[in-house]
Structure formats: structure tokens, C-alpha cells
């Protein structure tokens, strides 16, 4: 199956598990594909003691997930992304949710 997860919170539990969940369907055999959106494009520096949220992300794209992160989101935020979330566009998430089977949000 393909995945997609549009990851919009800033809440470190939340996106904490929404990465959970993407390296559990990796590990079922599916296809993973995350989209950040809005305050979603945050995720990196969300960690805290209890939620790694970065350790989640590298898991995710080391088992072949893969992640965007919205252009202007980042923009807005006055950052030009990274390697791990590198730069996309509104193109790049309709294409996520067109050629995935189930699309979920957090």
C-alpha cells in the first residue's frame, strides 16, 4: 500500500507518533511518503526527553520513507529547510495524495 501522512501540529507528542506510525507501516512493507505542512515544517526542532521526534524522522527516511516539507511554510518561518526535510511545493503534496491509497493528517 501506499501512504501518505500530512503532518500539520507542532505538538512534539503528535508528530512524534505520526513519524511512529509511518516506520511501522515501512516495516508492514508499505510505501511512506510525509508531507510538513504549516507548523508542520517545525518538526525538527520539536524533541524533547520524551519524544525524539528527529530519531523518528532519520528512522523513517533510512528504511526508505520519504519526506517534504512545504516551501512557502518554510519560508514563512524563514528557513530553507534541510536534508532531511528538504524544500517542496503544493505540487509535490497533491502528487502525495493522489498517488496514495490512504492519506491520513496529524
Known sequence: M???IVI???DS???WNAFRFGNFALNEGDEVKVFLLAKGVE???LNTDKFVVTEQMQNLVDN???ILACGMC???RQSDGSELCPLSTMKDLYEVITNSDKVVTF
Open 74 to 76: 518554510l519560508k514563512i
Open 43 to 45: 518538526c525538527e526542532s
Open 2 to 4: 501506499k501512504l501518505g
Open 8 to 10: 500539520y501540529s507542532d
Open 64 to 66: 526508505g520513507g520519504e
Open 13 to 15: 507528542e503528535t508528530v
